[in-house]
């Protein structure tokens, strides 16, 4: 796997006069601010969720097209105001927790889904953050959300493989090839029906904190409920109110097009 470090120069050639000194940050100033998301990490973040091809020349005439396009159907998808424009609040949209998994590409499998009725599950590496009986209860709850409109029914097993096994884990966490990115930004990712061992299974960030209910920090049972949906076949959904929408919501409960969409796959 390669880590790109990216390490930013920025050369002020300014001096600046005391007299005409503006308060407001100036741009080295601001992209030196912890969090605050460049350009270049904007270019990534397009690419990695699946808004813009990663083979685009920079130089190349159409560069600046692709990647308009590629901001207005990120501000579609989270509800923003469709400027084109990298603006304070597609920033900020950037930078919230959400989960690992593009939004729109060709890993979004169209039709996938299990072919079975009776679905496994175990907690092979639980979060020290709150008890295990909380994360159990939390995780129980959040299937028991999906098992009426997929009339699929959940069942946790002690031993054995599960179909969907669950794990707190973090940064490189083989055998996963994909690694986690520390405190921050990516909360979990989960894998689609299929025939691999690791199908189904859903690896959360340990590096985040994870709440029962109460208390500052990811509720379990909420992002359980997101990657669930993963597990079961559904991809991100733009519908403000779905559990599906990229980011973390919070919500414990499915929302009327989560459960129109679990309904038709498993029709
Ligand atoms: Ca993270
Ligand atoms: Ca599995
Ligand atoms: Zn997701
Ligand atoms: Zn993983």
New binding site residues.
């Given amino acids: 796997m390669l880590t790109l470090f990216v390490v930013l120069l920025i050369w002020s050639a300014v001096t600046a006069n005391p007299i005409f000194q503006v308060v407001t940050p100036s741009s080295a100033e601001q992209k030196a601010t912890p969090g605050y998301l460049d350009d270049l990490n904007v270019d990534k973040y397009l690419v990695r969720y699946g808004y813009m091809a990663n083979d685009i020349d920079e130089r190349s005439d159409n560069y600046a097209e692709l990647r308009t396009d590629a901001i207005k159907l990120f501000q579609r998808f989270f509800s923003l105001e469709v400027t084109g424009e990298v603006n304070e609040e597609t920033r900020e949209a950037m930078l919230k927790p ?4 593009k939004d729109i590409g060709i890993e979004n499998p169209r039709n996938i889904k299990w072919n079975m009725s009776e679905i496994t599950y175990n907690i092979v590496k639980y979060t020290g953050d709150i008890p295990q009986s909380s994360t159990r209860e939390a995780i129980r709850s959040a299937f028991s959300e999906w098992a009426g409109p997929s009339k699929l029914t959940f069942t946790k097993i002690e031993s054995g493989m599960a179909v969907i096994e669950i794990s707190f884990v973090t940064g490189d966490h083989p055998p996963c090839l994909y690694p986690l990115d520390g405190p921050g930004k990516v909360v ?3 894998f689609f029906p299929s025939t691999d061992s690791t199908s189904g299974d859903i690896h959360f960030d340990d590096d985040e904190t994870y709440v029962y209910d109460q208390g500052s920090g990811n509720k379990v049972g909420s992002v359980a409920l ?2 669930i ?2 597990s079961l076949g559904l ?2 959904d733009d519908t403000q109110g779905s559990i ?1 929408v ?1 980011s973390y919501t919070g919500q414990t409960t499915l929302g009327p097009n989560d459960i129109r969409r679990i309904k038709n796959l498993y029709s």
Avoid: N, V
């Avoid at 959400?98 to 998994?101: A, E, L």
């Fill in positions: 959400r989960c690992g998994m979990a990712h989960a997101h990657e949906g993963h991809t991100h599906m990229p």
